[in-house]
C-alpha cells in the first residue's frame, strides 16, 4: 500500500522532493501557502552547485531543461575596493558548468512541472502520532492525517515545533536588498560595472553587492553588521528615507557603487537569522523537516542546494527503500545531520569573514573559493 505523504512548502525543496516522487510514479500532496505561484516576487538567483542543486535536478530527471534555462556565464564575479579600484575580476572559464546561475522564478517553474500543488493551504500545526497519523492542521480550520509529513516550510516552519523546540536567532548581521530594472538601457555604466555576474564592494562591518538576473534585472544587497533595532527610528516604509541612511551608511564609497542605491526603487528589510550550527533532533516518527526548516544558515549558496539535494535523497529513499518507512527517515536524517553541520560550520564562518571589521578577509576568503 502506498503511504499518505505531505511535504509542506512549495520551495526549491520540497518541490524536488514532490517531482522525484513523482517521476517514480508515488502520490504526494504539496501543502503551499501561498495562493497562487506568482502571488509575490520569486526573489533572485540561485547558482546550482555540481555535486549538490544540479545532482539533485538529474534525480528529478530535469538536468537538460535546467541548463537550457540557467546562465554559466553568471559565476563572473568582480571585486572592487571601497573608491571603485578592480581587486579582482574572475571570468567565467569556456565549458564552465560548476554553479551556473537561475533565476528563482524560473527555477520554480521547472520544478512545477506536472505537479498538483494545493495553494492557500497555510499550515499552522503538525501533530505526529495521533490514532490516524500524523495531523496536519490549516489556517482555514481544516484538517487532514498523512503517514509522513515533511516540513521544507523555511526558516519559521510550522512543521519545526513537532520535533524540535529550537527557533532561528539574529546572525547580527542585516540585509536590505533592492533592484534596478532594464540595466543595459536605463543604467548602462552600472550594466558594465556588474558585468555578467556580480560584484562586491566590502567596507569595514559592511558590504555592497549587486547580482545579475535575467532579462537586464539586477539585485543589488547591502550588508552591515548592526543590532536587531537599528531602524528603530526610521520608517522602512519610506523609501527616501532608507535610502538617505543607507547612503549615509556608505559615505565616502565611490560615486558609481552608491549609484547602486541612488537609482533603486524600493528596498526590503531582511535581517539574517540562523539556527545552531549542528541543529538536529530526537527522530519522532511521521515527521521530518529538510533545507531551512531544519538547518537554517547564513546566504551564502548552500541553502537552495542542500534543501533541493535532500528532497532529492529522501524521495529516492522512499521510493526504492525496501525497509520500514520510518527507518527510511531516519537515515536520512543521519545523512542530513552530517553534511548540513559542515556546510553550517562553512557558512557561519564565511558570514564573518565577508562582513568583517577587515575587508582584506572578505577578499581572501573569495581567493580560496575561487579558480586560479
Known amino acids: ?46 547558482d546550482m552547485h555540481e555535486g549538490l542543486g544540479q545532482l539533485a535536478l538529474n534525480k528529478a530527471g530535469l538536468l537538460a531543461e535546467f541548463h537550457a534555462l540557467s546562465r554559466p556565464e553568471g559565476q563572473a564575479m568582480r571585486i572592487l575596493e571601497t573608491d571603485g579600484t578592480v581587486l579582482r575580476d574572475w571570468r567565467r572559464r569556456p565549458d564552465d558548468r560548476t554553479n551556473p546561475e537561475i533565476d528563482r522564478g524560473q527555477l520554480r517553474d521547472l520544478l512545477l512541472g506536472p505537479l498538483d500543488i494545493q495553494w492557500d493551504r497555510g499550515v499552522t500545526q503538525v501533530e505526529p502520532e495521533t490514532r490516524d497519523g500524523v495531523l496536519v492542521r490549516f489556517a482555514d480550520g481544516r484538517q487532514e492525517t498523512f503517514d509522513l509529513v515533511v516540513g521544507a516550510d523555511g526558516a519559521w516552519s510550522r512543521t519545526r515545533p513537532a520535533v524540535s523546540p529550537v527557533t532561528p536567532h539574529y546572525a547580527g548581521v542585516t540585509y536590505v536588498e533592492t533592484s534596478l530594472d532594464d540595466v543595459d538601457t536605463r543604467h548602462p555604466d552600472l550594466a558594465r560595472l556588474i558585468g555578467d555576474g556580480s560584484v562586491a564592494v566590502y567596507g569595514v562591518n559592511r558590504a555592497l553587492v549587486a547580482q545579475r538576473n535575467s532579462g537586464g534585472h539586477i539585485k543589488v544587497y547591502a550588508q552591515f553588521r548592526a543590532p536587531l533595532d537599528w531602524h528603530a527610528n526610521l520608517d522602512l516604509a519610506d523609501v527616501e528615507a532608507v535610502r538617505s541612511s543607507l547612503l549615509a551608511l556608505f559615505d565616502g564609497w565611490a560615486a558609481p557603487v552608491l549609484d547602486l542605491l541612488r537609482h533603486a526603487t524600493a528596498f526590503v528589510h531582511r535581517p539574517l537569522y540562523v539556527l545552531p550550527v549542528s541543529h538536529t533532533w530526537t527522530h519522532v516518527p511521521g515527521v521530518t523537516l529538510l533545507g531551512d526548516a531544519a538547518h537554517l544558515m547564513p546566504p551564502l549558496g548552500a541553502g537552495a542546494n542542500l534543501a533541493m539535494l535532500e528532497g532529492a535523497e529522501l524521495a529516492e529513499s522512499i521510493t526504492t527503500g525496501h525497509g520500514d518507512l520510518d527507518e527510511v527517515v531516519r537515515a536520512f536524517e543521519e545523512q542530513m545531520w552530517t553534511r548540513a553541520g559542515r556546510w553550517a560550520k562553512i557558512t557561519t564562518t564565511g558570514l564573518e569573514r565577508l562582513v568583517s571589521p577587515d575587508p582584506a578577509e572578505a577578499l581572501a576568503l573569495f581567493d580560496q573559493v575561487q579558480p586560479s
Do not use: C, K
Open 1 to 46: 500500500m502506498r503511504h499518505r505523504i505531505a511535504v509542506v512548502g512549495g520551495g526549491p525543496g520540497g518541490l524536488t522532493f514532490a517531482r522525484v516522487l513523482h517521476r517514480h510514479g508515488y502520490p504526494v500532496t504539496v501543502l503551499e501557502r501561498e495562493p497562487a505561484p506568482d502571488a509575490r516576487p520569486p526573489g533572485g538567483t540561485l
